[in-house]
């Protein structure tokens, strides 16, 4: 995929190296930045929506109540598949947090994100296959309509706001040598169920 050049609207991406920074910039919200109000479901407009979101933190915190679950942080790092990078517990360690349910409720966002653009200038939304996307190592969650579809599945849910969860803490998708989106989903799904 293409890149414009710096397009990002947020104001939290500085490139490539960004991916080593544990410490999100004060527009990123959650992070220990002395911010407040930035955690968890911050989805407004479309109640539905908002539920949806609810129900897959709901039900994430519970899988990651199991401690094969919460493994996932400890197993994965910031080049999983490749070697050579940090664990994504350690980073979450890094940002003050120790606890995974607690850090998905208070170290991350989720924003109503259907029409939020990435870095290259394009919302991801808008191509209609995802329930969600984030800018790895960024503690905010852009949740698509789609993720309503999930609203009768919670353990679905689940799966995909956990799988949401490690790309915050740095885990890369979808370039050379790296997971691929299904591959990360089922990851999730094998480790804490659905
Ligand atoms: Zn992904």
Redesign the pocket.
């Known amino acids: 995929m293409h890149r414009l050049h710096g397009r990002w609207r947020g104001t939290c991406s500085e490139g490539p190296s960004i991916l080593s920074v544990a410490e999100p910039g004060p527009e990123c919200g959650a992070g220990g930045s002395g911010s407040s109000g930035s955690g968890s479901n911050q989805v407004t407009g479309d109640s539905a929506l908002h539920a949806a979101v609810d129900t897959g933190i709901s039900n994430a915190k519970s899988k990651l109540s199991n401690q094969q679950c919460a493994n996932l942080l400890s197993s994965l790092t910031t080049t999983s598949p490749q070697a050579g990078g940090t664990s994504l517990q350690s980073i979450m360690n890094q940002r003050g947090w120790t606890n995974p349910s607690t850090y998905l409720s208070s170290g991350i966002g989720f924003y109503t994100g259907q029409t939020h653009t990435d870095s290259s200038g394009t919302a991801p939304c808008s191509y209609g296959s995802?329930y969600?996307?984030?800018q790895p190592s960024f503690p905010q969650v852009w949740i698509c309509d789609k993720f309503k579809e999930l609203t009768g599945t919670p353990g679905w849910a689940g799966v995909y706001t956990i799988?949401?969860l490690?790309?915050t803490l740095g885990?890369p998708?979808?370039g050379q040598g790296q997971?691929t989106?299904q591959q990360?989903?089922d990851l999730v799904n094998n480790a804490c169920g659905h």
């Open positions: 995802r969600a996307w984030t799988h949401e490690l790309h885990l998708e979808g997971y989106h990360i989903t």
